[in-house]
């Protein structure tokens, strides 16, 4: 960390005996919705499979949240057709053509 410039304030992370960290993404659709960050007091020097890992384990974190995400607009759009239904005095129905 002390060689990173991202990093702006190392005289916090330093007192408290941060040495190293790897920070990594959680995406959705292509968008940065949260960040893991994992720190240690040991130097540490970079991994990359370690590094392709949590990538990859990011992206499926990502793809969890975004089914989460549709999971509860079903839910919702279901629950508001259900309110529909039952308000309309003649009812609401679905036709489904069988051919043989």
Known sequence: MRHDDRV??????YAIGL???CLFPVAVEGRTTG???FMSGE???PDDRLLAAVL???LQVGQFLRR???EEELRESEARYGAMAEMSAT?????TRISA
Not at 8 to 13: F, G, I, L, V
Not at 91 to 95: D, R
Request: net charge positive; hydrophobic share 35%.
């Open 8 to 13: 702006q304030d190392m005289t916090a992370s």
């Open 19 to 21: 040495r190293s960290a």
């Open 35 to 37: 960040v893991f960050a």
């Open 43 to 45: 130097i540490r020097e």
């Open 56 to 58: 990859t384990i990011g």
């Open 68 to 70: 989460k995400q549709k």
């Open 91 to 95: 009812g609401i129905g679905s036709k």
